[in-house]
């Protein structure tokens, strides 16, 4: 079996002398395991297309029910990323959480979208990385089914409550006043609320086009990351990486 699409590399690990296995996020069979003969050579037909962070056009084909990749075009590699150890750290987290949250023949074009996106934008430095990660964790959990209510309260139908606070567990926002029973609670304030609201809603090419205040800012940083690990309920070695920096 032939497929000829376009993918995201987002993991590669060194296999043999010269070979590498790569996990690919692809535009027409979801997340697929690769074989790339010779990829770690400096001079090969497809060195570049498989080098992590590359999207590429891809020519593969099945034998003995694994994939192998025979031929590779870059389309993107989205440069400025490895320029900045920052941007490279948060765009390796990108690539972590979007192999965490998609499936083998099941395809999902928005999340190739929103990581092709975040990196491109991430690479440019037209926005602030903070509000580039926790952009990308609150619109993937969308994406994968995880999306929180923040419409309104569900006690008291508060649209614009004082001190919101968004349950990371049970996934929805509510007063300070109106505790629930179960799971972790952050507080949120009016700017990174309606900043949250955004992310929910946006079409996928205005998701990231605002700015923030740096006080709102650390309120939605400090939520999209607690919402992803209680949503997920596990850790990520590049998230551990970019902490230490």
């Given amino acids: 079996m032939d497929l000829s699409t376009r993918g995201l590399v987002l993991r590669e690990v060194n296999y043999k002398e ?3 296995i790569l996990t690919i996020l692809t535009e027409d069979a979801g997340k697929l395991t690769v074989s790339a003969r010779g990829a770690r050579k400096k001079i090969g037909k497809y060195t570049a297309a498989s080098q992590f962070l590359a999207f590429s056009e891809l020519d593969l084909y099945e034998r003995q029910g694994r994939w192998n990749l025979r031929e590779g075009r870059v389309v993107e590699q989205f440069n400025g990323l490895r320029q900045d ?3 490279l750290s948060i765009g390796a987290y990108f690539a972590e959480l979007l192999e965490a949250v998609s499936d083998a023949d099941h395809l999902e074009t928005g999340l190739l979208t929103l990581g092709l996106i975040g990196l491109r934008v ?3 430095g037209a926005r602030d990385p903070r509000l580039m990660k926790a952009v990308f964790e609150f619109r993937l959990m969308c994406l994968s089914g995880y ?4 419409e ?3 006690v008291c139908a508060a649209r614009t ?3 919101p ?3 990371i567990h049970e996934g929805y926002m509510h007063c300070k006043a109106h505790r629930t029973e179960n799971g972790v609670k952050l507080p949120l304030d009016t700017g990174s609320l309606q900043a949250l609201r955004h992310i929910v809603s946006a079409p996928e090419g205005r998701v990231f086009a605002f700015a923030l205040g740096d006080r709102s800012l650390a309120y939605l940083e400090t939520a999209a990351e607690g919402y992803v690990l209680a949503q997920l309920d596990r850790g990520f070695r590049t998230l551990d990486f970019l ?3």
């Fill in 152 to 154: 309104a309260c569900p």
């Fill in 161 to 163: 409550p004082e001190q």
């Fill in 165 to 167: 606070m968004l349950n």
């Fill in 243 to 245: 902490k230490a920096l």
């Fill in 122 to 124: 991430l690479s440019s």
């Fill in 147 to 150: 999306t929180p209510e923040v």
């Fill in 18 to 20: 010269s070979d590498k």
């Fill in 85 to 87: 150890i920052l941007n």
